[in-house]
């Protein structure tokens, strides 16, 4: 359309128009409303019955996909389900099974680390028997079981991923998988007592890589390989001292 006006007449002219002109809102995008577009076509509490059983259904694909991963992808996703509720894991030992009793603390890549009211246990997948909820206690989903996310930790994570999850457990958990060794790593100079299927040894974790676990025990130290590890678990400073007073008096008494 011909308007007689020059190029930049015309455009001085338009965004003077448009300066005049009054927004129309829709109300339907006006602050506080739902987004207009939904995750699905069905109702809230059929989608997520719906996702519940996708995810499932892709799980049971993905370990028949790989026998071989198939104990591990399932005790996995049921630790990461029951996350900070009690649980009891059969432990394979020469030949019984033991059992253990905590909460879920942590779900790495190859292990859980349970919790009680004193101690740590650390279980490598391929020790775990099978695993259940301890008859009596609900079955529910708490509060624990999420993160709150607040506005400086959403620029934090934003500006500086790396450094900002690597200074927090709970993030780590958030967004890695850990392997034993690693979390290990993290836990040096931590007394423990590492149970094998040969013996137990009890001592401070000095170092963790690819070859094994070592514990710098008052005399000397020990590598353990991570096939033998049958479950670590944190000692008290009483038993510390106790064990440490004990090789002393061996020592130096030959007794």
């Known amino acids: 359309m011909k308007t007689g006006m020059r190029h930049q007449e015309y455009i001085k002219n338009l965004l003077e128009k448009r300066a005049h002109e009054q927004k129309k809102i829709n109300p339907i995008h006006e602050k ?68 253990v009793l905590g909460r879920v603390s942590t779900v790495g890549r190859d292990f859980v680390m ?46 500086n991923f790396g450094d900002t999850v690597a200074k927090r457990d709970l993030l780590k958990q958030q967004f890695y998988e850990e392997t034993l060794r690693t979390n290990l790593h993290s836990w040096r100079g931590l007394w423990v007592n590492v149970t094998s299927n040969q013996t137990n040894i009890i001592g401070k974790i000095e170092s963790s890589d690819k070859k094994g676990l070592t514990i710098k025990k008052v005399f000397d130290g020990n590598e353990i390989p991570w096939a033998e590890i049958t479950s670590i678990l944190s000692i008290s400073s009483f038993t510390k001292w106790k064990y440490y007073s004990k090789e002393i008096w061996n020592k130096f008494f030959n007794i």
């Open 32 to 99: 506080g409303e739902k987004l207009t577009s939904p995750s699905s076509a069905t109702t809230l509490e059929e989608n997520k019955l719906l996702t519940e059983y996708m995810e499932q259904v892709n799980l049971q694909k993905l370990a028949n996909s790989m026998p071989h991963q198939k104990h591990p992808l399932f005790l996995k996703k049921f630790f990461k389900m029951k996350r900070n509720q009690q649980v009891i894991v059969y432990v394979k030992k020469d030949d019984s099974v033991h059992e």
């Open 114 to 159: 349970l919790n009680n009211l004193t101690d740590r246990i650390w279980i490598p997948y391929t020790m775990i028997e099978s695993a259940n909820i301890p008859s009596g206690v609900p079955n529910f989903t708490n509060s624990h079981q999420y993160f709150l996310y607040d506005n400086e930790l959403k620029r934090k994570l934003m500006t």
